[in-house]
Structure formats: C-alpha cells, structure tokens
C-alpha cells in the first residue's frame, strides 16, 4: 500500500520551532511508519536555493536582535494591529517577501507532499498558498509552540493544533478560526525529555557538577542575547554557596568570556558556562532553579524536568503571555526582572530552599512525561489523513 508522504517543516527562529517539529515527527514515525512516509525537511537552511537560505537567517537575526532590545518585537506587532492581521500577512509575505514566497513554493511541488506539517507561522502560510495554487488533496497542518496565537497564524490550514486552553479560545474567539479545524492537545516535548529519568543527584553526578551546593542555571534561547550575561555577573558577586551554570549555547563571546572567568571565582562559586547541546534539559533536572527569559521552550523543559523558574525578561507580546501563562496562572516560578533583587532572592533560597517546593508540585502538577502531547498531535494528524 502506497504510503501517504507527510513533510514536516523545520524552521530555526529559536529552537522551539525546531524541538516541535522534531517531536512530531518522533510521534509520527514511532507510531504510524507502516502508514507514513514521514520526511523532516530543513526547507531553507538546507536549500539549494540561496534567497531561502538567507531566509533564515533573516529569522534568526530577528530573533537575536528582538532579545537584545524589546522594542523591535513591539513594533512588529504595533505594525500587524495597525494594517490589522490578514492585510500585514498579506503584505509581508505576498509583497515583501514575494520572491521567498516563489522558492518556498518551488521546494513543496517538488517535494510533492501529501500532507505539510509546520511549527512556524511563515511555513504554515506558504504550505496553505501551495495547497490552494498547486495541490488542492495536499493537507495543511500546524501546531503552534507558543502559548497564544498570534495575528499571523494562518487561519485558512486544514488543523491548526494548540496546546492550551486559552489558546484554543483565543484562536477561536480572537482570531476567528473556524471552530472544526481547532484541536487542543497537552504539552508537547521530545522523545529524550519523556524518557528522562534522572533524579537531581544523578543529573549532578552524570554532569560532573557539585551534588551538595545549591545550583542556578541561566537561559536566554539559544543565542543568550538578552539578560543571561547580566544576571550572571550580578549573581558573581555573591558571597554564598553556589553554582552558577549560564546556559551560553550559541554565543561564543560569552562562552569566551566565562570560560576565562571560571578558575578564577572565590571558593563559594563554582562558574560554568555551558555550550549549545540538546541535552540541556538534564542541567535543567540538576538545577535547583532556572533564570530564563520567557521563552516557551525553556520553559516547558523546565516544567518536565520539575524545575522551578524565574522570568528575567519579556522580548515580546508572545514572551508575556508565556510568563502569564506559566508564572501567573500555572505557578511554576515567579517574575524578577532586576539583576540585584534577583541575587537577593537566590541568596534567599540557597538559605532556605523549601521556598521553592510549592513551585515544584505545581510543575508535577501540570507537566506528565506520560501525557505527553506529540501523541495526541500524531493521532490528531492520521485522523484528520484518514478523513479524506
């Protein structure tokens, strides 16, 4: 029986896009490979196309620059309220970026996919305009990793999936999704994170890490262009006992820079800069708290790893519906976003670290490895294949 091809797209603006997309495709492959032809496609970084290449790029210098500086994120948005959200993703994608529009296109009909499965709000616009010029049979599928929906979700796609509640209700409410092609499934995370099961001692003792001091890790995304190095330097200056883990990742300048201050701490500190790693989550399970932006990736990790959170920064609309989502209402950590008050708060919880336990339940409470969402979003996917 000839296999119905699905391509999954994978697209870097930050990692979330990508560690979704990779779960789905995990999902889809581990249950249903007797009836998929499931293909992950880097469809512009791998590109013999040069324009979709720089694409990406493009994305990703979006991102680093809107960590550094909230504002750019809050122009984009005043801009997609001002032309309102169907006529700016009109223009930015039909008139701006025609020509990236064109090649994107290309790729998928020679690609020539029964189903398009997206992570990201630019592909899931490109598989929906294929679909209607060139393959009406094709089905267009997103799941959104963020917690809200956005202006530029296209609302036209076959399945739009949500993996919460208030998601559900704003894309359906807000943004005018036809109820029928909404689904809401639980937190979705990769394959290694579900079978994780490292206690904090032996995340400490794989790791080489200190099993009886209190440990921070920071996080800002993969690029640690926002507030990590900051943070990181006020929490230098404190006189108690700890290990400081700034989670540098892609910024070789900052690895540079703490790799060199590293021999060089008092004996209270032990400093060490980590590099860009997929098993990031398991410093995440040896951590007694994370500092990070508010990033929903990095956070959910950090839900499944049991780990409480503080929210040193917001880099857009999206970034605070995540603290609002995950600090406000779910309880999982609290909001700090000034370097000094946060040392005095971890100089606080090194002291008295039961403070941290109601944050650690609800983190129980509302993150299961065993129900984890890329299941539902693989049965929700062959439902909607088997439909037709």
């Given at each position: 029986m000839q296999k119905t091809k699905v391509l999954i797209t994978f697209v870097e603006a930050g990692l979330g896009h990508i560690v979704t997309a990779k779960s789905i495709a995990e999902n889809l492959k581990k249950l249903y490979s007797d009836k998929l032809d499931v293909i992950e496609d880097y469809c512009y970084r791998d590109s013999e196309d040069k324009r979709l290449v720089d694409y990406e790029k493009f994305l990703v210098e979006q991102v680093k620059k809107t960590n550094r500086n909230k504002v750019n994120a809050e122009m984009q948005f005043a801009s997609m309220a001002f032309f309102g959200d169907r006529l700016s993703l009109f223009l930015a994608n039909d008139v701006y970026?025609?020509?990236i529009k064109k090649a994107i296109l290309q790729h998928f009909k020679e690609k020539d996919p029964d189903v398009i499965i997206s992570t990201h709000f630019s592909t899931s616009y490109y598989a929906r305009?294929?679909?209607?010029?060139?393959?009406?049979?094709?089905r267009v599928i997103t799941y959104n990793p963020d917690p809200n929906v956005h202006g530029w979700w296209d609302r036209e796609n076959d399945l739009f999936i949500v993996n919460n509640p208030a998601a559900l209700t704003e894309a359906i409410k807000k943004r005018k999704f036809e109820p029928e092609r909404v689904r809401e499934v639980p937190f979705i995370t990769r394959e290694d994170i579900i079978n994780c099961n490292l206690i904090k001692t032996e995340a400490r003792e794989k790791h080489?890490?200190?099993l009886d001091k209190f440990t921070v890790l920071l996080a800002d995304g993969a690029y640690a262009e926002s507030k990590l190095a900051p943070f990181t330097d006020e929490l230098l200056k404190s006189e108690k006992e700890m290990v400081i883990l700034p989670a540098v990742c892609k910024n070789e300048k900052l690895m540079e820079k703490y790799s060199a201050l590293a021999d060089k701490q008092p004996a209270n500190i032990v400093l060490r800069p980590i590099g860009f790693r997929m098993d990031l989550f398991e410093f995440y399970k040896a951590a007694d708290v994370v500092i990070t932006k508010a990033g929903?990736?990095?956070?959910l990790d950090c839900g499944f790893m049991g780990t409480p959170i503080i929210v040193n920064y917001c880099a857009s609309p999206v970034e605070r519906a995540t603290r609002d989502l995950f600090v406000n209402k779910y309880g999982i950590g609290e909001n700090i976003e000034n370097a000094a008050i946060c040392r005095e708060h971890i100089e606080e919880l090194v002291d008295n670290p039961e403070h941290l336990k109601p944050f650690i339940e609800n983190c129980t409470k509302i993150f299961d490895q065993n129900n984890d969402g890329g299941k539902?979003?693989?049965?929700?996917i062959l439902n909607l294949i088997n439909s037709n």
């Open positions: 970026f025609n020509k305009c294929y679909r209607d010029k060139f393959k009406k049979s094709c080489n890490l200190p929903p990736n990095a956070i539902a979003v693989a049965h929700t």
